[in-house]
């Protein structure tokens, strides 16, 4: 067909002509059409399998593990005979199912035991049957590891039934530590009660302070001082114990503490049941749980009403006592704790001479010791600085009363006594016993000469002391009696002086006739010599004397 007829075929029919040529442009357009909507077709289903396959990228790497009852896509009378399972890789991990993600709901059902196995199915059911969701706990079988089960219905826009999903996660950790939080708990509690336990059977009110001086708790006994209010209200209402003046006890207390970080103490009166009671309130600062931004305070109110009580009586009978000994001729100090002179009486300043001077200034143990030391009165000792410490120390050693002898420069001798003072410190008693030594002296001094003189004469001399038994015999009374120095020196009685002579009078029989007549003789006060004659033939004259101090002097002298 050549270009002519072509022209002439067009120009004869030119209406067909347009008609194939608009036909021939919508069937490309057409297809343009079709491929462009195909193109984007593609291009939607590529974006929904990449979704569709993010999303179970999703599911599997999710912490839980899941698995699914899925319904079918199309429309069947029963669904549920058609319903799919599908296990995640999660599930398998937790579970430790052998056939992995093949695996169906049985095998999951085995990890379980077999009461919760039970109590697993009828949840599903419920969530097949009636959509009924389930959240629970179980134990499984191969470990100590808790799993949480829940079981939710999923559905579509249109209201399709999608799937039923049931979430498995490992909770072990967060149970066990829970488990752990109520053991610690409950075990707080306890001490938490014993605590309170023990400050409300305290016999005293205690009390804790916020930074802003408010209580924010109380015990028992604080609670008995505020009538008719708890404890609740005493802490909301900011109630306080109250003295006799109407003041709290202790806040003007607390806020000193709070100022100055040192805990301190104050006397207050509190009227209980209608009479004044002396008590002492304390307050200890802290910081709460090592917050050094805030300054918290504990305080107690202890009575001590029968404290208080004691320590007037103890003055009293101080006092008293220190009047017992002004009026004693003995010289008596006092010097506390810190060694100052707390008291001395009239006879301890004649004693070492003190001058008004020195008494009406403070005076201390060491320097009592330098006064006496200047006016020749002090013992000499070789290193005084020395003397002075030993003299120090002893404030801090003495525990029971001790004595000592000082002897004077001017040869004077004082007997010093020390003792424990009850307030603290040392009690001091000085005695002058020079002419109770030099008596001393001269009384053993005679008795040595007579019992020299005694010793020496040829007569047998006994002499018994006030206690009735042998307190002297010579060598002479030994000779004449054969008698045993060992059983002289035992201090028999006069008794057992005469059993001892039995051997120089007669038999055993005979004896205590003989005794009875020589005792009734020899301590016949009226009569004062008898003659005895022994077995021997010797006579022996006895001569009875008693002694102004009480004893009893015989003497045996042997006659032709």
């Known amino acids: 067909m050549d270009k002519e007829l072509l022209l002439n075929m067009f120009y004869a029919a030119p209406e067909l002509w347009y008609l194939i040529a608009g036909i021939v442009v919508f069937l490309i357009c057409s297809l343009f059409l079709l491929f462009f909507f195909f193109l984007k077709l593609k291009q939607k289903n590529y974006f929904l399998r990449r979704d569709r396959e993010r999303y179970a990228e999703t599911l599997y790497a999710s912490h839980d593990g899941y698995f699914a009852f899925i319904y079918p896509d199309e429309k069947v009378n029963d669904p549920r005979k058609y319903i799919t399972e599908r296990c995640s890789r999660r ?20 990890s379980f035991y077999k009461d919760d196995a039970k109590k697993i199915l009828k949840y599903v059911g419920l969530l097949k049957e009636e959509g009924v969701a389930f959240e629970d706990y179980f134990l499984l079988k191969s470990s100590n590891k808790y799993i949480r089960l829940e079981g939710n219905r999923i559905n579509g826009a249109d209201g399709n039934i999608y799937c039923d999903m049931i979430w498995f996660r490992d909770v072990s950790f967060a149970t066990n530590r829970i488990k752990t939080l109520e053991k610690e708990l409950s075990d707080t509690e306890k001490k938490h009660l014993l605590q309170q336990d023990i400050l409300d059977n305290l016999p005293f009110a ?75 309130a304390y307050e200890t600062p802290f910081y709460p749980e090592q917050n050094l931004e805030k300054t918290y305070s504990a305080g107690c109110l202890i009575n001590i009403n029968e404290l208080d009580e ?28 810190d060694m100052s002179l707390q008291f001395n009486n009239q006879a301890f300043t004649t004693l070492w001479k003190l001058d008004s001077a020195w008494l009406n200034a403070p005076q201390t143990y060491l320097s009592f010791l330098d006064y006496i030391r ?68 001269a009384y053993n001094a005679l008795m040595s000469v007579q019992n020299e003189i005694l010793t020496g004469i040829f007569d047998g001399v006994l002499i018994f002391g006030a206690n009735s038994r042998l307190s002297f015999y010579n060598d002479a009374y030994i000779k004449m009696w054969d008698a045993d120095k060992v059983f002289l020196a035992g201090e028999p009685t006069f008794e057992e002086i005469l059993d001892s002579q039995q051997q120089f009078f007669a038999n055993k029989d005979e004896w205590e006739k003989v005794k009875k007549g020589i005792s009734a003789n020899m301590l016949n006060r009226t009569s004062k010599t008898i003659t005895l004659k022994r077995l021997d033939d010797k006579k022996i004259q006895v001569s009875v004397k008693n002694l102004s101090d009480g004893a009893l002097l015989i003497v045996y002298k042997s006659i032709d």
């Open 374 to 441: 200047e006016n020749r009165m002090l013992p000499e000792v070789p290193d005084y600085k020395a003397y002075k410490k030993d003299e120090q120390k002893k404030f801090l050693q003495i525990i029971e009363p001790v004595s000592d002898l000082m002897h004077l420069p001017n040869g004077k001798t004082f007997r010093r006594m020390q003792a424990p003072y009850p307030m603290g410190g040392v009690v001091f008693a000085f005695e002058d016993i020079t002419d109770r030594i030099a008596t001393t002296s």
């Open 91 to 110: 599930l398998a991990v937790i579970l430790g199912l052998e056939k992995g993600v093949k695996s169906d709901f049985n095998e999951v059902l085995k």
């Open 206 to 280: 205690v009390w804790l302070r916020d930074e802003n001086l408010d209580i924010s708790y109380c015990n028992k006994k604080f609670v008995e001082f505020i009538p008719d209010k708890n404890r609740n209200n005493i802490i909301e209402e900011h109630l306080e114990i109250t003295g006799t003046s109407g003041e709290s006890v202790s806040r003007n207390l607390a806020a000193g503490v709070h100022k100055s970080k040192r805990g301190s103490k104050t006397k207050v009166g509190v009227v209980i049941k209608g009479s004044r009671v002396a008590m002492e």
């Open 310 to 337: 004691l320590k007037r009586n103890l003055k009293q009978h101080q006092e008293a006592q220190l009047e017992i000994l002004q009026a004693l001729g003995t010289a008596f100090a006092v010097f506390n704790q």
